[in-house]
């Protein structure tokens, strides 16, 4: 942590490296809990004709949400790129950031190798797609706040939890294989969640009026990352009606986070953290209404022939 930095961000940055042996516990307790598998374990290059009979089962929408999955995975590099920019390669959030891309990465590979071997899209197209999110580069607004940052990745580590569990339900009747990988995915993104989440409420904990100020800065309105990909707002309108992931997934993790975190109970605040507080606990109502709105604009029916030029059979 060697960067010239604002007296504020110094402070964020001295408590997380104070933070360090209760980060080395939980980094401790996700390896114990972990299930490390590979790609190569999954997929069996003998097995490609038949994965790719079953997967001319699967409907367009579960297509589009694995396309969908498969480019948030491969946004990798922006998040190992967001948390490296506050840890140093010898603290123990620098090991964390390390074990965590090494798990990530696996995310990304096997979705990939599925979809190549199941011959689901037109590969070139994806790339495509895949490249342009990279080179597009992505700077939420929580870039150069670390406590931001851990509130971001306790909400996006449940929200692609959810997503790829959704998504394997949806496959399961087409493609066992498919409903499989994505188990094994989610269940890794949940153990992320966790320690992301754990990490968040000890800097409650230890810093409890700036923390709320960082979980108010992004709890609100969840950025994906994928939104500069071209077509994502298509894809996941698809995700959002299949019930894949939506609004209403969000404001069941935003309520859930503020129960552990027992944001209600929260103590040692400032006038305007008890403000704060207020304002974060009327969140989950505030956010259930405008999923209301955002579901009835989006009740037409699925429009199946909706364009990606990576799905064949979709233009
Ligand atoms: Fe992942
Ligand atoms: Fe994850």
């Given at each position: ?35 490390l ?21 699967l ?36 090991y964390?950031n ?34 342009q999110?990279l080179?597009?580069?992505f ?51 949940s ?55 939506g ?14 975190w ?11 953290g ?18 209301e709105?955002v ?11 909706t364009?990606?030029?990576f ?5």
């Open positions: 942590m060697t960067h010239t930095h604002s007296p504020e961000l110094r402070e964020q940055l001295g408590l997380l490296n104070a933070l360090s042996p209760q980060i080395e516990t939980l980094i401790e307790r996700h390896i114990e809990q972990r299930n598998w590979f790609p190569a374990q999954l997929l069996d290059p003998e097995e490609r004709e038949e994965l790719a009979e079953r997967a001319r089962q409907p367009q929408s579960v297509r589009a949400g694995l396309a969908l999955n498969l480019l948030t995975e491969e946004g990798l590099p922006h998040f190992h790129r967001l948390i490296a920019q506050h840890t140093g390669e010898d603290s123990a959030w620098g964390w390390n074990v965590w891309t090494a798990e990530e990465d696996r995310h990304g590979c096997i979705l990939r190798d599925y979809a190549r071997d199941a011959k689901v899209f037109d590969m070139l197209a994806l790339e495509k797609l895949q490249y999110y080179e597009a580069g700077n939420p607004q929580w870039h150069s706040d670390p406590y931001r940052l851990v509130a971001y990745t306790s909400l996006q580590e449940k929200a692609t939890q959810l997503s790829h569990a959704n998504l394997a339900r949806l496959a399961a009747p087409h493609e066992p294989k498919l409903q499989h990988i994505l188990s094994r995915v989610a269940a890794d993104e153990r992320h969640h966790k320690f992301y989440r754990d990490t968040f409420a000890l800097l409650l904990d230890a810093d409890p009026d700036r923390a709320l100020r960082a979980a108010w800065a992004v709890m609100p309105r969840m950025i994906m990352p994928g939104h500069t990909i071209p077509g994502y707002r298509q894809l996941s309108d698809i995700a959002h009606r299949a019930g894949i992931y609004p209403r997934d969000y404001a069941i993790i935003v309520s859930q986070l503020l129960d552990t027992r944001i209600a109970a929260a103590h040692g605040l400032s006038h305007s008890e403000r704060l507080r207020e304002k974060l606990l009327g969140l989950p109502a505030r956010i259930n209404k405008l999923a709105l579901t009835s604009r989006r009740s037409q029916p699925e429009n199946e022939t364009p990606f030029d799905l064949p059979g979709s233009a």
